[in-house]
């Protein structure tokens, strides 16, 4: 079954940039098949796709988002990161790290981390 | 933007059936997937590509999807089921996954 962990800073001061890393354990992020991707949540409030890396190569970007994120993959360490730039209060969410099966366009998000709840704030 | 509508909140008995609905454009025309989230917890996937549910799932739980409404089924409501319900749909104009707000289940 496979595991993914969330670690990073919890507290990041507006303007910066957020950086994120998943670790996968119990499956490899090069095998084919899965996307692997970042979801957030707002306190209170619903989720959000930030987008997701398919093959640690290809990526998908929601495009509210696209022109401050950037997903890549570290497939030697068997993860997967977020950076954000720019942020402000309104970034300020619970992210999550999940895998996505199925193709672009229809997937699903089967296995989840635990969340890191990331605060913007000075 | 493409949105998907669910209502704020659905009460039920023990052992009766909840329905849970999202609403949006054409929805129909693609396909919808189901979370249950419980307080303090992550995400749970319990429907995907409309109606199939993932290893684990109970079978209480299912799924349909045509014209501008997907439903989320729960025959035989346990305790345990009371939690926040998200649907999750692509979005073909703006090229993203987007969420509805989400449904609170409350099992009275």
């Known amino acids: 079954q496979v595991q993914l962990q969330e670690s990073g800073p919890g507290l990041v001061k507006p303007s910066q940039t957020l950086s994120l890393t998943c670790t996968v354990s119990g499956g490899s992020i090069s095998s084919g098949g899965y996307y692997w991707g970042w979801i957030r949540q707002q306190p209170g409030k619903g989720l959000e796709w930030i987008g997701y890396i398919y093959e640690t190569e290809s990526t998908y970007y929601s495009p509210p988002l696209k022109s401050r994120v950037t997903i890549s993959a570290d497939p030697s360490m068997n993860q997967f990161s977020l950076r954000l730039s720019s942020v402000t209060a309104a970034d300020t969410a619970v992210y999550y790290c999940a895998r996505a099966s199925g193709a672009y366009s229809d997937n699903w998000f089967d296995s989840w981390g635990q969340g890191t709840l990331v605060t913007v704030s000075s | 933007s493409y949105e998907l509508t669910q209502p704020p909140s659905v009460s039920v008995s023990p052992g009766q059936t909840a329905s849970i609905t999202c609403s949006g454009d054409?929805?129909?025309?693609?396909?919808v997937c189901w979370y249950q989230q419980k307080p303090g917890q992550s995400p749970v996937l319990v429907i995907y590509?409309?109606?199939k549910r993932p290893s684990g799932i109970p079978e209480r739980f299912s799924g349909s999807n045509s014209g501008n409404t997907a439903t989320l089924t729960i025959t035989g409501t346990r305790a345990m089921d009371e939690a926040d319900y998200y649907c999750q749909a692509w979005d073909r104009t703006a090229k993203r996954y987007v969420f509805g707000a989400g449904t609170k289940v409350t099992v009275l």
């Open positions: 054409k929805l129909g025309q693609g396909y």
């Open positions: 590509q409309d109606s």
